[in-house]
Every structure is written in C-alpha cells, then in structure tokens.
C-alpha cells in the first residue's frame, strides 16, 4: 500500500514540479518519512529527484542555458557532497525537525527574494551555488531558493525549468555518489528510489502542455501552499518520535 501511496504522490508531485519548477521533494518527502523514515527517505528522494530532472531536461533539452548550470554546478556539486556527509551524521529526529523548519522558513525567504528584482551573473551563480548545495545535501532540496536565483539571472518557462533540472541533476549525483561512499545506499532503498522517480518522471511529461498557461500568482501560491503543508507535517512526525 506504500508503494501505491509513493506512486501516486509521485505523479502530482511530478506534474507539479515540471510547472513551476519545484515542489516534487515538498509534497513526496512526508509520504516517503511516513513509509521509511526520514534517513532513508532522503536518499531515496535523491534517485527520485534525479529521475524527475531528467524528465524535465528531455522535455526541455534544446532550451538549456548551459553556461548558467556550469556556473552553478561548479560550486553546488561539492557542497552537495559536504552536505550529504553533514546529514548521516545527525540523529534522525533532527533530520525531521531540519526538514521541517526549512521548509517553512523559505516562505518568507522567498517573497523577500522575490521583492528585490536582483539581476544575477554567472559569477552571482557560482557564489551561490556552494551553499546552496550544502543546504540541498541535508535537507533534500532547496527549490525554493534555486526558483528566485535562476529567474533573477534572466530564465523564464522552458527555459528555467530546463536550465534549472540540469543543475539539478548535478547536485543529486554528487548526493548519490556521497550516499553511495558513506554505506547509506543499499538495494532496498535504490529501489524504493526508482519506484519514486519513475512516478515523478511520469509526471513531469504530462506537465509540459501547461507551463505556458500558468500565472505568476498562481506559481507563488502553490510554492507556499506546499513548503507550510510539508513543513508542517515533517515538524508533526518529528514531535510524534
């Protein structure tokens, strides 16, 4: 029942991700805490996270801005790594409450970014991209930061939603990897992970034919819907521990 569970969350998730370019970790993460606890769900995502970028890249493939991932992943790649080896260090109630706090906290971030018309470089990208990383390494993703940051460098529709999942897909490699050389990625959870990625990169097929219809209030209302509901719900399973 789980695996059905996982499935079907990972579809809307998907779908929801290829629109506005987040918000699959957000609304899959709790399903995936509730199933399998939170220090497995995190690698977990991260092979699902993977698949689902990749969806949005085929999708998008010939708008890539691959000037602007290189910057990026230049720096995000290792802090994601450092991030990675940040996380298995923690106990798993902290990992809940982290999840869940970031989560809710972005809000505000968010809007406070999203005030300031700031126009990005490819050296703003580079700068930002380490801690980013970091940040993406302990709390499974930072969406709602890397939204603003790539919309602020001059991306929009395709794409940003292009150029964005192939950053992506660096930094949840470099997550694999670290997961990988640290013991934390046995059969079990790479299954689970494919599991969940085949349903997020389901979804993010059926998106395409929406993107350029949705709104810009629309977009900012169900970014925060999502980041309260799962910060919430993570900051409940942490409590009920």
């Excluded at 703003?124 to 801690?131: F, K, R, S």
């Excluded at 992506?168 to 790479?190: D, Q």
């Excluded at 219809?213 to 980041?227: A, E, H, I, N």
Aim: proline content about 5%; aromatic content about 10%.
């Amino acid at each position: 029942m789980g695996y059905v569970l996982v499935l079907l969350v990972g579809v809307a998730a998907g779908m929801l991700s290829g629109i506005i370019g987040t918000g699959s970790s957000m609304m899959l993460m709790p399903v995936l805490v509730l199933f399998f606890g939170p220090q497995q769900a995190v690698p977990i995502m991260a092979i699902g996270a993977v698949m689902g970028n990749l969806g949005k890249v085929v999708a998008w493939w010939r708008e890539i801005d691959w000037k602007a991932c290189a910057a990026y992943c230049t720096t995000a790649i290792p802090g994601a790594a450092l991030g990675v080896h940040t996380l298995l260090a923690l106990p798993a109630r902290i990992v809940d409450i982290a999840l869940g706090v970031f989560f809710v906290a972005m809000i505000p971030t968010r809007r406070w970014l999203a005030r300031r018309s700031i126009k990005f470089t490819l050296w703003d990208l580079a700068l930002i991209g380490g801690p980013v990383g970091f940040l993406t390494g302990i709390v499974v993703s930072t969406g709602p930061i890397t939204v603003p940051v790539f919309t602020s460098y001059g991306l929009e529709k395709g794409a940003f939603l292009a150029t964005e999942a192939t950053g992506s897909l660096g930094v949840y490699a470099a997550k694999i990897a670290a997961f990988k050389e640290f013991g934390a990625l046995p059969v079990g959870i790479v299954v689970k992970g494919l599991v969940a990625g085949a349903a997020l990169m389901t979804g993010s097929f059926f998106a395409k034919s929406v993107v350029v219809r949705m709104q810009p209030s629309t977009f900012r209302l169900l970014v925060d819907g999502l980041m309260l509901s799962s910060g919430i719900s993570l900051l409940w399973a942490a409590v009920g521990q």
